[in-house]
């Protein structure tokens, strides 16, 4: 774990530095929770946030996205691409993890998706180590720590951080900011914080792990559990909007006022709502609620897992926190488990 | 950087031109199109495109015509929704509209070579099957399969698509056809009456060698399987096309998910065996 030291004021520095070229995105306050936003001045910045309400994802696959524009007198249309140069700033590891999914999922089998791609290339990622919060279960599902998907990782150490290299530029920027390197005690205080992190996760898998949870699910299918939680859940998609790993969409036309230009758009779309798996004749292959949820609950456990090499979940437990009649993974898993 | 920016967009369409269109049944058409450049889809029989028009949307159609129909390439349209209901009521030969594709894996027709072939068709479904039929039965493939047997059925006397097509089909002393109506509706039909099951006993088939492709409405699939199987068919040689709603065609937005398998990826053809392994398939 080579790295740099970075006091509080080299931090400040250091997004100083960044918001003369990048617009950066980092954790806020909003009213009694926390949320990425653009920043305008480094003291905007929650360090000690707990989870942000929408994961950052947001800003490489936003809520709604224009593909293309287009005319229709002429029936020209042309792709639209943001490479704005952004930082997120301050991901959790899970969000970092959460990243590394949708990069593969917008490039796999040769179908790179450069509306995902153009942003992601231009972002910069700078993480932050955490401790656990309520909902949280990221031991479960391995992805406590961020190896890799960084460029910079900071590990609080007292009053200053350790900044880990994650990649060359932010190796480059470290240095532009002529950070110390750390010393083997700075280290030290890294590893104790992240073991510290380790014994707090409380919430967790009782049975099963980040690998043999697809096992239990594939066996749990037809388990009686599905059809109770279906006299719960809603279908309200709120645990697909929250979700860090969810990447479906819809796709939309947007006519402008004079009825000729207009917007393809991208627009977040959920497993759980009752259209999503509907087809031109009628017919509904997920009608049912409990249908839905086990395809979301296995989709996360269970059906990406071999493209994923690992579940996609990534244990943020934001969906627990917003689904109103607070269904949990780790209670549905420890449930099926029993 | 500025190079990945050039970089193509997996959703602009290229445009087509509508250089056909006719009436099938009240909710039916059939589309012919061409690229202005003359080019071919370059499809296989069971693909799809999304057709797509600007300001009103996209819609993925199954593509009806064969490869070895050069220079154009036909789709027949049901209209269901926004996209199909403007191409079949604002549009009109001259238009153009967006396509993008050919999507998903198509029949592994060089497989079926040797085989005979029993095509077996519900409603809607013989469009796809269609594309594979008429690449069986061109001059130049003919030779590579044995018999063809086309089971194809519809609701009542009013609902046959490609209906003069069938009528060769008819006529072809190389081509076994049976139609059935679900429901006799009309006093000109003598045919068979009974959903698309009943003509398989019908059908003097040699499960040793025939392959069997099946399309059509959801529902028919588990009865259809039951009926070949009652007949000693072999789940590997039994294929069909499932029918989910494919939106981005890619591999991304989600919607034709079936466990593990996206269907405008892996799919939408599949044989019996992979279909068995996919909880919610049929």
Known sequence: ?338 | MVANIQEKSLYLPRLAKMTKKERFTEKEMFFEFRFDDGSNLNHRPGQFVELSIYGIGEAPISISSSPTQQGYFELCVRAVGRVTNYLHKNLDVGSYVGIRGPFGNGFPYEKFKGYDMLFICGGLGVAPLRSLINYTLDKTKRNEFGKVYILYGCKNNQEWLYQKEVESWLNRADVETYLTVDKCTDSNWKGNVGVITTLIPKVNFDVNKTIAVICGPPVMYKFVVLELKNRNFKEENIYMSLERKMKCGVGKCGHCQINNVYVCQSGPVFDLPTVRKLQEAI
């Open chain 1, 1 to 338: 774990m080579q790295g740099y030291i970075l006091t509080m004021d080299s931090l400040r520095n250091l997004v100083q530095e960044l918001m003369k070229t990048y617009k950066v995105v980092a954790p806020v306050k909003k009213e009694t929770r926390f949320d990425f936003c653009e920043i305008e001045k480094f003291d905007d910045i929650r360090l000690d946030y707990d989870t942000s309400i929408l994961p950052p994802k947001k800003y490489l696959s936003p809520p709604v996205e224009t593909l293309l524009r287009f005319k229709r007198s002429e029936n020209k249309a042309e792709p639209v691409f943001d490479t704005t140069p952004v930082v997120l700033f301050g991901l959790h590891p899970c969000d970092i993890k959460g990243i590394k999914h949708l990069d593969q999922a917008f490039s796999e089998n040769n179908n790179y998706d450069r509306h995902y791609l153009a942003k992601r290339e231009n972002a910069l990622i700078i993480g932050l180590e955490c401790l656990p919060y309520d909902y949280c279960f990221c031991s479960s599902v391995g992805s406590t720590f961020a190896k890799d998907g960084f460029d910079i990782m900071l590990i609080p150490i007292g009053d200053s951080y350790l900044a880990e290299v994650g990649s060359k530029k932010g190796e480059e920027l470290l240095k532009r900011i002529q950070a110390k390197p750390s010393q083997e005690l700075d280290i030290k205080k890294a590893e104790a914080f992240k073991s510290e992190k380790e014994k707090k996760i409380v919430r967790r898998f009782n049975k099963v792990n980040a690998s043999t949870v697809r096992d239990l699910m594939q066996r749990t299918w037809d388990h009686k559990h599905w059809k109770e939680l279906e006299e719960r859940c809603l279908a309200c998609g709120s645990c697909n909007l929250v979700c860090p790993t969810c990447f479906c969409f819809d796709v939309q036309d947007e006519v402008h006022i004079n009825l000729d230009d207009g917007e393809r758009r991208r627009i977040w779309d959920g497993c759980m709502l009752v259209d999503f798996a509907k087809v031109g004749s009628g017919e509904n292959f997920r009608e049912h609620r409990s249908q839905r949820l086990r395809h979301r609950i296995n989709r996360k456990f269970n059906y990406l897992y071999d493209r994923f090499n690992s579940p996609t979940c990534v244990g943020c437990g934001r969906c627990v926190r917003a689904c109103t009649v607070k269904i949990d993974p780790v209670e549905i898993v420890n449930e099926l488990s029993r």
